[in-house]
């Protein structure tokens, strides 16, 4: 079972940068397709990048493409989503899942494990 702990967020400026860390533990990363997903407040809990095990391709929500850059290290069982150019509109609880079996990566119940969620909050 993996253990997955966000980090990283804060308060930043529009235009600023923010970048966000996903501990995992318990288990391999390497096989794991992880995302990132935010729920901005009021509102349910949205995808926004993708990380695929097996071809270490990449998906994005289309508001933060060219924007947004999801990573993973492997090694050390990190992943990461480095943020530019944030907007008003990434203002949310961020959280961080991995799955082995995630076919529909848009979808929260393709994910077997969950952060808590890490802050990010843009201001004008």
């Known amino acids: 079972q993996l253990r997955l702990v966000e980090s990283g967020g804060g308060l930043v400026q529009a235009g600023g940068s923010l970048r966000l860390s996903c501990a995992v533990s318990?288990?391999?990363?390497?096989?794991?397709?992880v995302a990132w997903f935010r729920r901005p407040s009021g509102q349910e809990r949205v995808f926004v990048a993708v990380?695929?095990?097996?071809?270490?391709?990449?998906d994005y929500v289309e508001p933060v493409k060219g924007r947004f850059t999801i990573s993973r290290d492997n090694a050390k069982n990190m992943v990461y989503l480095q943020m530019n150019s944030l907007k008003l509109a990434d203002t949310g609880l961020y959280f961080c899942?991995?799955?082995?079996?995630?076919?529909?990566?848009?979808?929260?119940?393709?994910?077997?494990?969950w952060g808590q969620g890490t802050q990010v909050t843009v201001s004008s």
């Open positions: 899942a991995a799955g082995e079996h995630v076919v529909d990566y848009v979808l929260r119940r393709d994910y077997e494990w």
């Open positions: 990380s695929w095990w097996n071809s270490g391709r990449a």
């Open positions: 318990g288990g391999t990363l390497s096989r794991n397709t």
